[in-house]
């Protein structure tokens, strides 16, 4: 046939399909697998540093939002006018449209990153000084008068609602000679210092310059807790004050809430009146990130440039103070105690995942090694089958990469994108030269056939053993350091990457040892007359870096860290529980309400909650005032020690329950003293120990005489909250006295009923459970996620080395197949084929197991004096933190379950590829030319 022009014609060739197109359509499920593993890693790696950075910010907001308002905000004031001015100027200073006007050029001068919540700030003028109210009917506890503070404050009206009357007003032509004014108080207020409606109180000096003061509302607070009533906390509820002594005198301080319009009536009284500015801070949007930024900005305010801008606005003379820098110095602390624990997790986790990346490109090298080995036959270069690989690999890596990014940026939207990013890109960048570089090391050499690798014939080189030792180096050094300096400095990552040098060194230990038993092994299996021995020895002895080294190195470093997160879960734990009982002192402590709790419970108490289901043992307690102290000895301060008196068998039970040895039998006994009186043995604090020395002293107790003799020191007792005490056995007082607070331990105690048993009848109790306490130590958003990012890394990497562990199994799976279907023809049954394919099994598991469990347990001993988990545990507890032991501690389910759990899964995969293997025949397996 010819064309048109009368050439010939010429059929098109079909262009050859491109080789990643083939590649991909001939193995759809591993390029789908793969790419399922790189988008879980990436999403691992971009939500990691993300959910880090809310935990963060969370805690950083929560830190600010929880402190009291009166730590928490920004408190600018001016002193009154001076007295050399005018006194229609000093009038004018304190007008509410001139202190407005300040608060509103004071708020665009507060610099980023902080903020004002206006709807909670508040400003006026109020009195410095406390003045004495007149009346004989306020209360008066021990025969003093109360005192009151007089407060100007802008806004009652949208921050209260009127309960009766109706809100202050003022009057016209105000001036400070004015002596009558009007008020609203709170209700709290009302109730405790006895006022209503009309209530007329005379407040100052009883001269002519005394204030009167008529209550025109009551009103309750909108908010109670926030800035504008707690900024300053009088104003909202009143409170006890002490005019010193023993015993102390105490008297009320109560807030009086004026009109705006009536400051300037402030000036004519003693009470040094000053405006002032509570701006509270708003937090929303506030990150970890602008953290540093945001303590320089505060240091600048207290004192410093932005000071001087304040100044311009609210008078020359103005100064600003505030405890949030404290409250951002307690956050930075707790988080750079933190960051190092959990950058053990990360990298720990980190390698793991990137050990089963490089596994699963040295498995699909192998597995491809006749097809790569035939393309360098017939002429590729090692840079030609590199690239192709090379692109392979991107075109599944990157897109799920970049899945893995987005998903994880829809499931934790707070957080940076840079740290993220840089995770993702390393991910993916592994991911695309895992198989090259694999592939390449593999076929850098042309090889006539196909050699076996076998441990138990292979010899390290030189290589292999300088770059060990570097590693066993680098591994003492972060171990050695770590011991030594602590986790001080969170940017240290070679500290924090401690525990996965010691799994690093011991999986390459076990690399090098892992031959020699199977060598010892092989030579006598040789010569016993069944082939079970021998062919599992020497089937488990050939193993490839890709099928041996590799599983084996993912294994123990998830395992050690696996039992480093556990030793941390585990020590945080046991301080948190150490701590609760510290602070309660039993599992429930019943007594009366305040902060001393003191007062005598009513009776019967103690039977009904002896009554109740699960409780075991019931210690009454007494905790009576204080009492002096011999001066025969120096006493350091003021001790005002309390004496506290206990039922001893009962007593004894409970610190026995609590697992200590706080109250020692020989406290509950006389011994002779001189002239045959006897001294009473007695548990004292260090201080009144310090004081009375450990020879018979006589002192006074409830006004008897008693010889007493220190015979224990304990710096806490259990249910004992005051500092300084002297522990006594209350049948040696020789009278009775009430019970103040009550113990109660059991193993199933019932919560709801003992609080039911103590609440019967009306009685106003506190009821304190161990259980609500503890649970109080965690509620930092910084603690809770911490541990919860922890866990999940733990079980990350634990996942990881499990599937590691199944890829090297189901490599290995075609040639273990293959050589029990020739075994088969040669007369070995379906069970011998199962115990021979799990006896292969067993060698590499129980060594990976074992030696997890040893290098978990040695890594927590050895990093454990270097590890400082106090910040962890107790950071919302400081007065209970100071005292604790908070370390590293051996938590056994961590460190046997993973271990058991690696053997007991390769017995079952290994087990199912031999059920597997048994139920298809032999013929599919054995081919012509088959080199398996």
């Known amino acids: 046939m010819t064309t048109r022009t009368g050439g010939p014609h010429i059929t098109p060739q079909r262009p050859i399909a491109p080789w990643t197109r083939t590649r991909l359509r001939t193995a759809p499920g591993s390029a789908l697998a793969f790419a399922a593993l790189v988008l879980l890693t990436a999403f691992l790696a971009a939500a990691f540093p993300r959910a880090v950075d809310t935990n963060e910010s969370s805690s950083l907001r929560q830190d600010l939002s929880g402190a009291r308002p009166a730590r928490s905000m920004l408190e600018l004031t001016t002193p009154q006018p001076g007295l050399e001015l005018p006194q229609p100027a000093r009038e004018d200073a304190l007008r509410p449209e001139v202190i407005a006007a300040a608060y509103r050029k004071v708020l665009p001068l507060l610099p980023a990153p902080v903020r004002a919540d206006t709807t909670q700030s508040a400003y006026g003028v109020q009195t410095t000084e406390f003045l004495v109210g007149q009346e004989a009917w306020l209360p008066r506890p021990d025969g003093l008068p109360p005192e009151f503070t007089l407060a100007a404050q802008a806004g009652l009206a949208h921050h209260s609602t009127i309960r009766t009357g109706r809100l202050p007003t003022a009057p016209a032509g105000l001036t400070m000679r004015t002596r009558e004014l009007e008020a609203a108080v709170t209700t709290a207020t009302a109730e405790v210092m006895r006022m209503h409606v009309g209530s007329l109180v005379h407040i100052g000096t009883s001269d002519s310059r005394a204030l009167a003061v008529r209550v025109t509302g009551i009103v309750d607070p909108v908010r109670p807790e926030g800035n504008y009533w707690s900024g300053d906390q009088i104003l909202r509820n009143p409170g006890l004050s002490s005019k010193g002594g023993r015993p102390p005198l105490m008297y009320w301080n109560a807030g009086l809430l004026l009109a705006p319009e009536a400051a300037p009536a402030l000036l004519g009284t003693l009470g040094e009146p000053q405006a002032y500015w509570r701006i509270a801070p708003d937090v929303t949007g506030l990150t970890a990130q602008q953290l540093p930024l945001l303590s320089d900005r505060v240091a600048s305010l207290e004192n410093g440039p932005e000071l001087l801008r304040l100044k311009q606005a609210a008078g020359q003379h103005a100064s600003l103070t505030t405890d949030m820098d404290d409250i951002l110095a307690s956050h930075m602390e707790m988080r750079s105690a933190v960051r190092p624990v959990v950058a053990v997790a990360a990298i720990g986790t980190g390698t793991v995942a990137a050990v089963t990346l490089a596994m699963t490109g040295g498995l699909s090298a192998a597995r491809r090694g006749a097809e790569l080995a035939l393309l360098r036959a017939r002429g590729g270069s090692l840079r030609g089958v590199g ?494 933190a100071s005292g604790a032991d908070v370390s590293l501690r051996a938590d056994a389910w961590s460190l046997a379950l993973p271990a058991l759990g690696v053997v007991a899964l390769a017995g079952a995969v290994a087990a199912g590829q031999a059920w597997w293997a048994g139920r298809r025949g032999s013929i599919t397996e054995l081919r012509a030319g088959d080199m398996r």
């Not at 957080?415 to 990013?421: D, T």
């Not at 103690?606 to 102290?629: C, K, M, N, S, Y």
């Not at 040895?661 to 002239?675: H, I, M, V």
């Not at 450990?694 to 806490?716: N, Y």
């Open 387 to 880: 690239g192709r690989l090379l692109v392979e690999s991107a075109v599944v890596a990157l897109p799920a990469s970049g899945v893995g990014l987005v998903a994880a940026i829809l499931s934790v939207p707070e957080g940076r994108l840079e740290p993220a990013a840089v995770g993702v890109a390393a991910v993916a960048v592994l991911a695309c030269v895992a198989l090259p570089l694999c592939a390449l090391a593999l076929q850098r050499k042309p090889r006539l056939r196909a050699e076996r690798a076998d441990a138990v014939k292979a010899r390290p080189g030189r290589r292999r053993t300088v770059a060990e030792l570097s590693l066993l180096l680098l591994a003492v050094g972060a171990v050695v350091t770590l011991r030594r300096r602590g986790t001080s400095d969170s940017g240290d990552y070679l500290v924090s990457a401690g525990p996965v040098l010691v799994g690093l060194i011991a999986a390459l230990v076990l690399a090098r040892l892992y031959p020699l038993p199977l060598r010892w092994a092989a030579r006598p299996a040789g010569r016993l007359r069944g082939a079970f021995g021998f062919l599992s020895l020497a089937r488990a002895g050939r193993s490839s870096s890709a099928t041996g080294v590799l599983p084996l190195l993912a294994l123990l470093i998830a395992l050690t860290t696996a039992a480093f997160g556990g030793a941390v879960l585990s020590g945080v734990a046991d301080a948190r529980d150490h701590a609760a009982l510290r602070a309660v002192g039993a599992d429930a402590r019943i007594s009366r309400p305040g902060p001393s709790g003191t007062g005598p419970l009513p009776n019967g108490l103690e039977q009904a909650v002896r009554d109740v289901h699960g409780v075991q043992v019931v210690a009454p307690v007494w905790i009576g005032p204080t009492f002096d102290l011999p001066r025969a000895h120096p006493v350091k301060g003021d001790l005002s020690p309390a004496l506290v008196a206990v039922e001893p068998q009962s007593y004894a039970r409970i610190t026995r329950a609590l697992g200590s040895d706080t109250y020692p039998d020989q406290a509950r006994q006389e011994s002779p003293g001189p002239k045959g009186a006897g001294v009473l043995n007695v548990i004292a604090s260090p201080g009144v120990a310090e004081t009375l020395g450990h020879e018979p002293q006589l002192i006074q107790l409830l006004g008897k005489d008693f010889t007493v003799r220190v015979v224990a020191v304990r710096s806490r007792m259990p249910g004992v909250v005051v500092p300084e005490f002297l522990l006594v056995d209350a049948s040696k007082l020789r009278q009775r006295v009430a019970t103040t607070v009550l113990l109660a331990s059991g193993d199933e105690l019932d919560v709801r009923v003992v609080q039911a048993a103590a609440h019967a009848g009306g009685a106003d109790v506190d009821v304190q459970l161990r259980s609500e306490v503890r649970a109080s130590f965690a509620d930092s958003p910084l603690q809770t996620g911490t541990e919860r990012i922890y866990a999940a890394a733990i079980a990350a990497g634990a996942g990881y080395a499990v599937l590691g562990l199944l890829l090297s199994l189901l490599q290995s799976a075609p040639e273990r197949t293959a050589l029990l279907a020739r075994l088969r023809t040669m007369g070995l049954t379906r069970r011998q084929g199962r115990r021979l394919l799990l006896l292969e099994a067993l060698p590499q598991a129980p060594v990976a197991a074992l030696g997890g469990l040893l290098v978990g347990w040695a890594t927590v001993w050895l990093l454990a004096p270097g590890v400082d988990l106090t910040q962890l545990a107790l950071a919302s507890v400081p007065g209970l």
